[in-house]
């Protein structure tokens, strides 16, 4: 489900500390009811997700994701050694990270993917990917449900990269709605459905 920015704007999030100049994109509620510290496998099936490129299920989000990802190859848009990612002409929100965040935990390793972890704390994991259309951050937060129990929040904030990157963003909107998030929260309820499965079968 589609939730209001409110939703991640009105909650203490550290990750307003550092990404304070970042638009919140998008705020989705996640299927993945669990316990008050389930948020460790919320961020390690995400993370898999991730590193093995998983992105969507639907024949729109295989397509959207597919001509993004050849395009970035085609023109270098996510090369780290164009000088065009985080840690090079765009500047790592690692280096914004207060100290505390800064020496505690980075979260996990996503392998050759685009994204970099930012932190992990108890509730809620960071992590930003950059390129010449965008420098974006993925925000996992684990909140209460209003049920007794908890879930997963996932925003997006985004700093588009000029003129070119508005424009992107602003035509990938349609296609986000409509194939690829209803794609993705399907993908992420199923796997955390057996992934709890497993857990409660050891």
């Known amino acids: 489900m589609r939730l209001p920015r409110t939703a991640h704007t009105d909650r203490p999030w550290r990750i307003h500390e550092i990404a304070g100049d970042f638009t919140v994109e998008d705020v989705w509620a996640l299927p993945t009811p669990g316990g008050p510290d389930d948020l460790v496998w919320l961020v390690r099936q995400t993370a898999e997700g991730i590193s093995g490129g998983v992105n969507g ?14 395009l970035g190859a085609l023109l ?10 985080t840690g090079t002409r765009l500047p790592s929100l690692r280096d ?9 935990p980075q979260g996990p390793d996503l392998g050759s993917s685009p994204f970099t972890s930012l932190y992990q704390t108890d509730d809620e994991w960071a992590a930003e990917m950059g ?4 420098h974006a951050v993925m925000h996992i937060g684990w909140v209460p449900d209003g ?6 929040q996932m925003a997006v904030l985004v700093k588009p990269n000029g003129l070119f990157g508005t424009l ?12 690829v998030y209803p794609a993705l929260m399907r993908s992420i309820g199923r796997e955390w459905q057996a992934n709890a499965a497993r857990r409660s079968a050891r």
């Open 96 to 104: 914004r990270l207060p100290a505390d965040l800064g020496e505690g």
């Open 168 to 179: 992107y963003m602003a035509a990938i909107k349609p296609f986000r709605y409509l194939g």
């Open 76 to 85: 270098g848009w996510d090369k780290p050694d164009t000088g065009t990612g």
């Open 147 to 152: 049920a007794g129990g908890y879930r997963g």
């Open 131 to 134: 390129n010449k259309t965008v």
């Open 57 to 70: 299920e639907g024949p729109v989000s295989r397509a959207l994701f597919a001509v993004r990802w050849k």
